[in-house]
């Protein structure tokens, strides 16, 4: 390599010393927490709603009119709605913490730091959103973009989880166009699957409140439409796999984990169809699909490596 390319690298930061050598432990600790917990307030989300506690603390953002936290005079469901409240403060605290870390890297691994305040400013919409579910009743059209959106977040926090290991830079393909191609079309068949999916619990017996309203449509027609591009998305996931393990590499094994996961999700999908669905099945079904969300988000990210590796 010359001296003016070696020049121009450390220029404009993407020598290894200003990429993945500089992300020190702390961040990377920190961005593994903010992943973790913005996984597990999808599962205290859906134990609120799961419980019909949706509406234990009827106002936002105070729980009652006259109290911001629960009163002796309210249920155990406004301890679990609380709850959920309280876990977005924590989500809140990590992912502001990442970015804190972040901020003496903000120009040389500007793409960690921007994606860092995309999860903050999502944190703080969520808590916004969730507020408005309260104001009208848990509409479910809003429970359901609640959710979309926290699954979302999920992935771009399982995205800084993977650049954070790389220098920053230009990206390039490493695999076929073809096979990219597969895994953007996999990709899209998961987001359908996952679409359906919420709208077919906003359909459902799970409203998170007894007095919360459905969208009236048909929950036995949504099922089987649900269940149609999750097929379609396994019999694609078995095709990138095949295809993938000719390249080998990070390809293969994220789609490997990518059909775990999914045989999972259907199988448990199965389950819970066939036996009337089963609150914690039904809460087990979410959490998996915001790994599930995840899972796809890496494949896609692995099919590029920074230009400059030499």
């Known amino acids: 390599m010359s001296t003016q390319s070696l020049s121009v690298r450390q220029s404009d930061g993407g020598s290894s010393a200003s990429g993945s050598s500089l992300v020190g432990r702390p961040i990377r600790v920190a961005a593994w927490v903010s992943f973790v917990v913005e996984v597990l307030i999808i599962g205290t989300g859906g134990a609120v709603r799961l419980t019909g506690s949706g509406l234990g603390c009827p106002t936002w953002p105070t729980c009652t009119a006259d109290s911001l936290i629960p009163t002796a005079e309210l249920s155990f469901h406004s301890l679990i709605e609380f709850g959920n409240r309280m876990m977005t403060s924590v989500v ?10 972040l901020w003496r890297l903000r120009m040389q691994r500007r793409d960690l730091f921007t994606l860092a305040l995309v999860v903050v400013g999502g944190v703080v919409a969520q808590a916004i959103v969730g507020g408005i579910t309260v104001w009208t009743g848990l509409n479910p059209f809003i429970v359901g973009f609640h959710y979309v959106a926290s699954l979302l977040l999920v992935c771009v926090s399982a995205a800084i989880l993977v650049l954070m290991r790389q220098p920053a830079g230009a990206r390039h393909l490493i695999v076929p166009r073809w096979l990219a191609m597969l895994s953007i079309v996999t990709s899209a068949a998961t987001a ?3 679409a359906v999916g919420v709208l077919t619990t906003a359909s459902g017996p799970h409203s998170g409140d007894v007095n919360a309203g459905r ?3 048909d929950v036995e027609l949504l099922e089987h439409l649900h269940a149609w591009p999750a097929y379609l998305a ?7 796999v095949v295809a993938a393990h000719r390249h080998g590499g990070s390809a293969f094994r994220w789609g490997v984990t990518l059909l775990v996961v999914e045989l999972v999700q259907i199988a448990l999908g199965l389950y819970q169809a066939r036996n009337g669905l089963p609150e914690l099945a039904v809460g087990a079904h979410m959490v998996l699909a915001a790994l599930l969300a995840a899972t796809m988000t890496v494949l896609l990210l692995t099919l590029r490596a920074p230009a400059d590796t030499d």
């Open 234 to 240: 396994f019999a694609l996931t078995v095709a990138l």
């Open 92 to 101: 809140g605290i990590a992912a502001l913490v990442l970015v804190v870390l």
């Open 215 to 217: 969208t009236g449509f």
């Open 192 to 194: 359908l699957t996952i």
